[in-house]
């Protein structure tokens, strides 16, 4: 059964993360930094911003600056932001209608912190849908550790047993599986990878399948 879900925000249930990491390799392009790619896929995709930091300075030593990086990363991001906007991942809505009909709690566990979460949440009109929301400045350690998805179910009661964990990064799947929860793999721009691939509850293509999953083991 299927009675919880938490859900990442990035990637997952908005079409962001192509933004997010199309800042962070224009910015690395800027400071003349290479092998970004990798280095964004491998680690800093659903990171906080304190593990990105310190892979900076794991790859490229004295040549960066990571917080005047993150500066510059941050605010590219934003005005991709306001130029092109938020959109939902398709079946956003449908999906969190079908969980609000089916009565089971749902919660947000993000890296974003939590001022700009929340007003991506509001501005994107789903706030309403969840009973809580986690950020990565309300846990000591950040995604891959489970720390958010142990706060977010604690805030809505869920049995991790019970529990799905929508995520589109490595890092969050690593932390669903390690919070005893059930990972489900969402696509967004890189498939997971294949230390945890063993360990996902599913694989979807889109939220939409979700819908078909709870339908399935919940025998609707």
């Known amino acids: 059964m299927i009675k919880y879900a938490i859900f990442d925000m990035d990637g997952t ?3 962001t993360e ?5 800042s962070w390799l224009v910015t ?7 092998n970004a790619e990798r280095v964004y896929d491998e680690g800093v995709a659903g990171a906080p911003a304190a593990a990105a930091k310190q892979l900076l300075r794991e790859n490229y030593g004295d040549r960066v600056d990571p917080d005047a990086f993150f500066l510059e990363r941050v605010m590219l991001t934003l005005k991709y932001f306001e130029t092109e906007g938020i959109p939902h991942k398709a079946g956003c809505v449908e999906l969190l209608e079908f969980l609000r009909e089916q009565k089971i709690p749902c919660a947000i566990a993000t890296s974003t912190p939590r001022r700009i979460a929340e007003k991506n949440i509001r501005a ?7 009973d809580a929301i986690v950020t990565g400045d309300m846990v000591e350690r950040g995604k891959p550790a489970p720390d958010i998805f142990i706060k977010a179910g604690q805030m ?7 529990t799905i964990v929508a995520e589109d990064s490595n890092n969050g799947l690593r932390g669903a599986y390690a919070a005893k929860m059930k990972p489900v793999f969402v696509f967004d721009i890189q498939k997971p990878a294949e230390d945890i ?4 509850y599913a ?3 889109s939220l939409f399948d979700i819908i078909e999953l709870v339908k ?4 609707i």
């Open 13 to 15: 249930l908005f079409d």
């Open 156 to 162: 809505i009661g869920a049995v991790p047993e019970q």
């Open 124 to 130: 994107a009109g789903i706030y309403e849908y969840f």
């Open 197 to 200: 691939r063993e360990h996902l």
């Open 28 to 34: 690395s392009q800027k400071y003349g930094l290479e």
């Open 18 to 22: 192509e933004k997010f990491r199309r």
């Open 216 to 219: 399935r083991e919940n025998n």
């Open 203 to 205: 694989e979807c293509n």
